[in-house]
Nanobody, 126 residues
Framework: QMELVESGGGLVQPGGSLRLSCAAS????????LAWFRQAPGKEREGVSC????????DYIDDVKGRFTITRDNAKNTVYLQMNSLKPEDTAVYYC???????????????????WGQGTQVTVSS
């Protein structure tokens, strides 16, 4: 059974940091682009960052550029999102997602990601 499990969420003060992890089980991530999405209360889910299967290509939305960093460790079958300088508007449920591709530098569009984790809550508040 293919599964993605996020962890690392929690409550943090503005300006603080969190590192999210997403571990895969039941399949290998070697041929998957990976992404982090988030959904704030009352808002639609949005793509935040993505990384190609060979880690050579990444992308970020403007809101998080310079603050968030996506990385992956294929040996550990895990993708990470390091979040620094957190703001209250970063509060959301964060989901990881996967997209199968034989192209090692492919990122795809947000709508192509079709394997999802269950999400982890991130709350930024003083």
């Amino acid at each position: 059974q293919m599964e993605l499990v996020e962890s690392g969420g929690g409550l943090v003060q503005p300006g603080g940091s969190l590192r999210l992890s997403c571990a895969a089980s039941g399949f290998t991530l070697d041929f998957y682009a990976l992404a982090w999405f988030r959904q704030a209360p009352g808002k639609e889910r949005e793509g935040v960052s993505c990384i190609s299967s060979n880690s050579r290509t990444t992308d970020y939305i403007d809101d998080v550029k310079g603050r968030f960093t996506i990385t992956r460790d294929n040996a550990k079958n895990t993708v990470y999102l390091q979040m620094n300088s957190l703001k209250p508007e970063d509060t959301a449920v964060y989901y990881c997602a996967a997209l199968f591709s034989f192209r090692p530098e492919y990122l795809g569009s947000w709508s192509e990601y079709n394997y999802w984790g269950q999400g982890t809550q991130v709350t930024v508040s003083s």
